[in-house]
């Protein structure tokens, strides 16, 4: 799959193997630019190994980890076999969870799976979290199906023109919906979770929060959706028209509505 990339959605056709110049910057080669122990994800994941791999085919102008994340080449080249006695490590150590995230983890499949399969040589299954932007091919989940114990989705934006504006990317709603209720059949399948992470931006409560919250409902209702309200205008955010700001109390209120309002629909639906 490296030598003609179909990895992600731009499905670019790069060889990453001969080094050819990816949109994503990706070669072959897996990168970390900085690991540690969390306890401030969701509950069920604490303590969490976070485990950030170099390289994104997203630009969030409002990225946290930008412009290091980025880059496929920073902090160390990472191999499989020592990165996977690294997480056992950890894992005997307490972490609950191993988080891959970035950058993009689903750009390093290959590493992923060649992580997994070291450490299911010593009998040892890792209980690895994808937390991811979800835009990666069919593919790739198939791959993935029964190596990933928690889908851990960022679902930013909604139908319309947002993510190609603020992120450069396009079919962003029709690919990530897609690939969340393929991730569901493969989690209900395997015995593994799906999380869903929602960022609450300031000017996109109506475009971006409300569908996300409703297609959740309609779709996922059991999944685990989680807004957070803790935006700030991080990387190019600064300046930005509607994203250089914090939230608005106006704005927190809003999107509690709607959390209310379909609160209050799935309890009708419940009683008919
Ligand atoms: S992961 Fe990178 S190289 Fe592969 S299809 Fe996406 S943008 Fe292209």
Redesign the pocket.
């Known amino acids: 799959m490296l030598g003609s990339?179909?990895?992600?959605e731009?499905?670019?056709g790069?060889n990453?193997l001969a080094g050819e110049r990816?949109?994503?910057g990706?070669g072959s080669e897996t990168w970390s630019f900085k690991r540690h122990v969390s306890f401030a994800e969701e509950i069920e994941l604490l303590p969490s190994y976070m485990v950030y791999f170099g390289g994104c085919?997203f630009r969030c102008a409002f990225c946290v980890q930008a412009p290091v994340c980025f880059d496929p080449r920073r902090g160390e080249r990472i191999e499989p076999g020592p990165l996977a006695r690294e997480f056992e490590r950890i894992v005997e150590h307490g972490a609950r969870t191993i988080n891959l995230l970035g950058g993009e983890p689903s750009?390093h499949l290959h590493t992923i799976l060649d992580i997994a399969a070291e450490a299911a040589e010593r009998g040892v299954r890792l209980p690895l979290v994808l937390n991811s932007n979800f835009y990666m091919t069919p593919e790739v989940l198939e791959l993935l199906e029964g190596v990933v114990d928690i889908y851990l989705a960022d679902f930013k934006f909604g139908r319309g023109a947002c993510a190609t504006r603020v992120a450069g990317v396009e079919r962003y709603w029709e690919v990530v919906t897609r690939n969340l209720l393929l991730a569901s059949e493969h989690a209900a399948k395997n015995g593994a979770s799906v999380l869903v992470r929602h960022l609450l931006m300031p000017g996109h409560v109506d475009c971006c929060h409300a569908p996300v919250a409703e297609w959740m409902a309609a779709n996922l209702p059991k999944a685990h959706l989680h807004v957070m309200d803790s935006y700030v205008p991080a990387w190019r955010a600064c300046g930005h028209e509607e994203l250089g700001r914090l939230l608005t109390d106006d704005e927190r209120a809003r999107a509690r509505g709607v959390a209310a309002a379909l609160t209050v629909s799935r309890s009708q639906e419940a009683c008919v």
Not at 5 to 8: G, K, P, S, T, V
């Open positions: 990339c179909e990895l992600c731009r499905r670019c790069i990453r990816a949109p994503c990706l085919n750009l």
